[in-house]
């Protein structure tokens, strides 16, 4: 009897183990893939922010410059009318 119950003792810090080993890693895991979100967001907002600099500057020295058109036919006679113009 008692070896039985030293047995299932066993086998449940066994257990307990494996389950503690499992989660280690699985905490390993979750905090690289915060890493890797965080770094994604990171360079995100900094390209965000370059292309409201660029935006700036366009706007400060080209004033009258459209930088987004709704429609592409508005980019496609901009085009057009440079051609005919060179």
Do not use: C, G
């Not at 890797?36 to 370059?50: I, L, V």
């Not at 500057?57 to 080209?62: E, Q, R, V």
Request: hydrophobic share 35%; net charge positive; aromatic share 12%.
């Amino acid at each position: 009897m008692k070896s039985l119950f030293k047995k299932q003792y066993e086998h449940i810090i066994k257990f307990q183990q494996d389950l503690i080993e499992k989660l280690f890693s699985l905490n390993d895991w979750s905090l690289k893939i915060q890493a890797r979100a965080m770094r994604a967001e990171n360079a995100n907002w900094h390209q965000e922010n370059q292309i409201k600099y660029m935006e700036k500057i366009m706007k400060k020295y080209f004033p009258d410059v459209r930088l987004f058109e709704d429609d592409e036919t508005a980019f496609k006679d901009s085009i057009d009318k440079r051609k005919d113009s060179e």
